[in-house]
T-cell receptor, first 116, second 114 residues
C-alpha cells in the first residue's frame, strides 16, 4: 500500500541555521511528490513538487527538495531558516487512480519551531 | 481573489445532531476534495469529486455524505454527529487532480462534537 512517513514530528532550529525535513514514501510506480506548508489557523499551501527530470527541485521561500529514488526519499531543505518559516510541513505522494481520479496521500506532518 | 471558501469556521455540535459544511470555489476547478485533519495523523481524504454530478469515497467516508450539483459547490454533510468526528475539516480544489497538480485549500472548519 502507498504511504508517506515523516519521521520527525517536531523539529526546533535556531534562526539562520540550516534545515532538513525528512520524508520517505512507499509507492510502486514513479511518484509525484509534494511538500505543503501550513501556517497556524490556515489551510495548506504548495511549497514545491517533483514530477520528473532534475531530482533537485526549487520551491517558494528558498526551500528545495531532493528526490532520491534509491532511498525512496524526498527531503526538504533550506540553507538559512527565518522566524516566519515556523509552521507545519507535510510531505505527500500523488497516487494514480482510474479515470484520472488520483489522490494525494499525506504524511503525518512535521512541526517546525524557530528559536530567535 | 476568494479561492476556496469554507463555512462555518467553528461549530460545536451535540452527539446525534447533523450539519452541513459548505465549500465553494471560484476557480472553475473540476476536482474537489474534503479532508479531515487530526493531530499527528496528517490529512485523511473523506470524499472527492472529479466534476459536477460525480462523487466518490476516500479513505474515511463513514458518517459523511457529499453532493456536487455545480462546479463551484461541494458541501459535506455530517449525519448523527459522533465525538470521533471532532476534527478540523479542509475543503480543497484542483484544476488537474490532486495527484499531479496543486491543491488549493480553504482555511478550514473546526468542528467539536460533545
Amino acid at each position: 500500500a502507498q504511504s508517506v512517513t515523516q519521521p520527525d514530528i517536531h523539529i526546533t532550529v535556531s534562526e539562520g541555521a540550516s534545515l532538513e525535513l525528512r520524508c520517505n514514501y512507499s509507492y510502486g510506480a514513479t511518484p509525484y511528490l509534494f511538500w505543503y506548508v501550513q501556517s497556524p489557523g490556515q489551510g495548506l499551501q504548495l511549497l514545491l513538487k517533483y514530477f520528473s527530470g532534475d531530482t533537485l527541485v526549487q520551491g517558494n521561500k528558498g526551500f528545495e527538495a531532493e528526490f532520491k529514488r534509491s532511498q525512496s526519499s524526498f527531503n526538504l531543505r533550506k540553507p538559512s531558516v527565518h522566524w516566519s518559516d515556523a509552521a507545519e510541513y507535510f510531505c505527500a505522494v500523488g497516487v494514480d487512480g482510474s479515470s484520472n481520479t488520483g489522490k494525494l496521500i499525506f504524511g503525518q506532518g512535521t512541526t517546525l519551531q524557530v528559536k530567535p | 481573489n476568494a479561492g476556496v471558501t469554507q463555512t462555518p469556521k467553528f461549530r460545536i455540535l451535540k452527539i446525534g445532531q447533523s450539519m452541513t459544511l459548505q465549500c465553494t470555489q471560484d476557480m472553475n476547478h473540476n476536482y474537489m476534495y474534503w479532508y479531515r485533519q487530526d493531530p499527528g495523523m496528517g490529512l485523511k481524504l473523506i470524499y472527492y469529486s472529479v466534476g459536477a454530478g460525480i462523487t466518490d469515497k476516500g479513505e474515511v467516508p463513514n458518517g459523511y455524505n457529499v453532493s456536487r450539483s455545480t462546479t463551484e459547490d461541494f458541501p459535506l454533510r455530517l449525519e448523527l454527529a459522533a465525538p470521533s468526528q471532532t476534527s478540523v475539516y479542509f475543503c480543497a480544489s484542483s484544476r488537474t487532480g490532486a495527484h499531479t497538480g496543486e491543491l488549493f485549500f480553504g482555511e478550514g472548519s473546526r468542528l467539536t462534537v460533545l
